[in-house]
């Protein structure tokens, strides 16, 4: 099992910068991708960023040149560096991490851009 904690949302203005942190625990060494999925209100959740653990990234296009996705392999926690936010960028923010078969999800952190 792998339990994962996010941090770091909050209330920013629109051109704004705002990281969010997502700590691993539990059976870590199972881990090879994580990323960030977003959810917004009456929509579906979708793909922001992914790393391996070799540190290959993949953004969404909407956020591509915008936010950054790292990694620190020996802390097992992954990074999303988020800057020059938009309105639409309002969501709740998973973090999650597959393992194995397995695909593990954060509680969700709230990031909010007012215009």
């Known amino acids: 099992q792998v339990q994962l904690a996010e941090s770091g949302g909050g209330l920013v203005q629109a051109g704004g910068s705002l990281r969010l942190s997502c700590a691993a625990s539990g059976s870590t060494f199972s881990i090879n991708a994580m990323g960030w999925h977003r959810q917004a209100p009456g929509k579906q959740r979708e793909l922001v960023a992914v790393?391996?653990?070799?540190?290959?990234?993949m953004y969404a296009d909407s956020v591509k040149g915008r936010f950054t996705i790292s990694r620190d392999n020996a802390e097992n926690t992954v990074y999303l560096q988020m800057n020059s936010l938009k309105p639409e960028d309002t969501a709740v923010y998973y973090c999650?991490?597959?393992?194995?078969?397995?695909?593990?999800w954060g509680q969700g952190t709230q990031v909010t851009v007012s215009s």
């Open positions: 790393i391996s653990i070799g540190g290959r990234t």
């Open positions: 999650n991490a597959a393992a194995l078969i397995n695909v593990y």
